[in-house]
């Protein structure tokens, strides 16, 4: 059967480390890998979008790669803040889907202690 | 602009009563996605709607429902409410031209709570 999993539940770490976050997927080809933060209480908001051809992809502190052939993206949060405590959403977007559809993951609460 | 506004924010219900929720997407965005959120479940997909069309269905029960008016507004209802329908009901609008354009702009959710 097709599952996302998430690294962990939850991950502290300390300010001004690196958080490193895991998503692995068995059974899907997505052909699109996003992710999304949330915090408590709100909707997710999209951070970034990784296709399937492409190895990396950054925006400010936020890396991200994805492996196709090891089925995992890893999400990096660089110089980690206190203020980046929430939880990280991993999506997945199938090849030939309509827009509209994606499955998520069940998340990564990272807590960035001061 | 303005974003994703879901009406109600919070709201209570009995068992066996029925609940509509609503949703105005961003301006321009023609898909509207619903989502359950629950502690166990994480984030469940209910239905995706495009131009009045439902276009996507996941695996929830018909008393699932949802509807899209033509200007993308968008209405889900739950009828016969069970305790296990209690969740935080996201919605969320995209582009929905295909492929690359499915970038989800989430609204703050609706909590529904069923006694």
């Known amino acids: 059967s097709q599952k996302i999993e998430q690294n962990s539940e939850a991950l502290n770490i300390q300010e001004g480390k690196t958080a490193t976050l895991t998503c692995n997927y068995t059974?899907?080809?997505?052909?699109?890998l996003q992710w999304y933060r949330q915090d408590p209480g709100r909707g997710p908001v999209f951070l970034l979008l990784i296709r399937e051809n492409e190895k990396g992809k950054r925006k400010e502190r936020l890396k991200v790669t994805f492996d196709t052939t090891l089925k995992q993206s890893l999400f990096h949060i660089t110089a980690s803040q206190p203020a980046d405590s929430a939880t990280y959403l991993c999506a997945l977007d199938i090849r030939n889907t309509n827009a509209g559809k994606s499955t998520f993951g069940d998340g990564t609460t990272l807590t960035v202690k001061p | 602009k303005a974003g994703v506004t879901q009406t109600p924010r919070y709201l209570i219900k009995t068992r066996g009563q029925q609940v509509t929720l609503s949703c105005s997407p961003i301006s321009g965005h023609r898909s509207v996605s619903w989502y359950q959120q629950t502690p166990g479940q994480g984030l469940q997909f209910l239905f995706e709607?495009?131009?009045?069309?439902?276009?996507n269905k996941g695996n929830f029960p018909g008393r699932f429902s949802g509807r899209q008016f033509s200007n993308s507004r968008s209405e889900m209802n739950v009828s016969t409410l069970e305790l296990g329908d209690s969740a935080l009901y996201l919605c969320?609008?995209?582009?929905?031209?295909?492929?690359?354009?499915?970038?989800?702009?989430f609204g703050a959710g609706s909590r529904l709570t069923v006694l």
């Open positions: 059974n899907y080809s997505p052909a699109y």
């Open positions: 709607y495009f131009s009045e069309t439902q276009r």
């Open positions: 969320a609008s995209s582009l929905g031209l295909g492929p690359g354009a499915n970038v989800l702009t």
